[in-house]
């Protein structure tokens, strides 16, 4: 690494860890931050398959090794499931990421542990209005309440509420993805069943995520009677967008359908596929 990039100790930068780790993927960004006009660097940019690593602290030192930085002064450290007291274990994944275990551990002076849809919240009104995808014409309401959801390894939830005081937004993590799912219409129903009758309950969660993908298309292959071919979520997205298994446009369509309830046509004109 560029020595250039290293803060001295007459330096008034600090380098600041970013993390988002979720069930499959820990993403990592190390900057030097400017406490004054100076631009800010992007130091370091990596990602990790959590599977490779039996604890997060060990994810942790493989970055920090590779990198060649010695030191973090603070990190923040997105992460897919509930937090409590700054720490987390985590929902899909045996990792227990603890702030306090990672700032003796790798002397760092602040590490802050956050639910990742707070994480998203933070940031979503950073967004232009070019990234956004309208699903329906209705007008925005300015201060009006903003639901987050976000199928992954999880269905990640999280809610945010105008405080008219601060004149700002307050984000409010949510495990909401673990409530009872609700099914609609008779095919739903038996997926609620089929689901139950494989793991003992059916959670929002089993159903509208990337497993949940991998769940929908089993339970359509037996009520359809087709043989079935063992895809992974992946493929089975791959083939509903091209068009070349009709079962994994249904598959696609019943998951949009338990995600947003039910699309809009615009929805599926953007993923190409056919209603």
């Not at 300015?142 to 999880?154: D, E, N, Q, S």
């Amino acid at each position: 690494m560029d020595s250039s990039y290293m803060p001295t100790e007459e330096s008034t930068s600090s380098t600041v860890l970013a993390a988002d780790i979720g069930g499959t993927n820990a993403r990592f960004q190390i900057w030097s931050l400017s406490s004054e006009v100076g631009e800010d660097v992007l130091l370091v940019e990596q990602e990790y398959k959590c599977k490779n690593f039996p604890t997060f602290e060990l994810c942790i030192t493989d970055l920090l090794n590779s990198s060649g930085i010695s030191g973090i002064d603070r990190a923040c450290l997105a992460v897919a499931g509930p937090v409590r007291a700054n720490s987390c274990q985590m929902t899909n994944l045996s990792w227990n990421i603890n702030g306090a275990i990672l700032e003796e551990t790798f002397d760092i002076k602040s590490v802050r542990v956050m639910n990742d849809f707070e994480a998203i919240g933070y940031g979503i009104e950073e967004l232009e209005k070019s990234d956004l995808l309208p699903l329906n014409s209705c007008s925005k309401n300015p201060t009006g309440p903003i639901a987050l959801l976000g199928p992954g390894t999880g269905l990640g939830e999280a809610l945010l509420f105008w405080n008219s005081s601060l004149s700002e937004y307050e984000v409010h993590s949510s495990e909401g993805s673990h409530s009872r799912f609700a099914p609609v219409g008779d095919l739903q129903c038996k997926l609620l069943k089929y689901v139950e009758d494989e793991v003992g309950e059916c959670e929002v969660e089993h159903v509208c995520c990337g497993d949940g993908l991998a769940r929908i298309y089993n339970f359509l292959c037996v009520e359809l009677n087709a043989g079935k071919t063992i895809l992974d979520p992946a493929e089975i997205t791959e083939r509903a967008l091209s068009g070349t298994c009709s079962i994994c446009v249904l598959t696609v369509k019943i998951f949009l359908e338990i995600l947003v309830c039910p699309p809009t046509q615009k929805y599926f004109e953007t993923l190409n596929v056919s209603t």
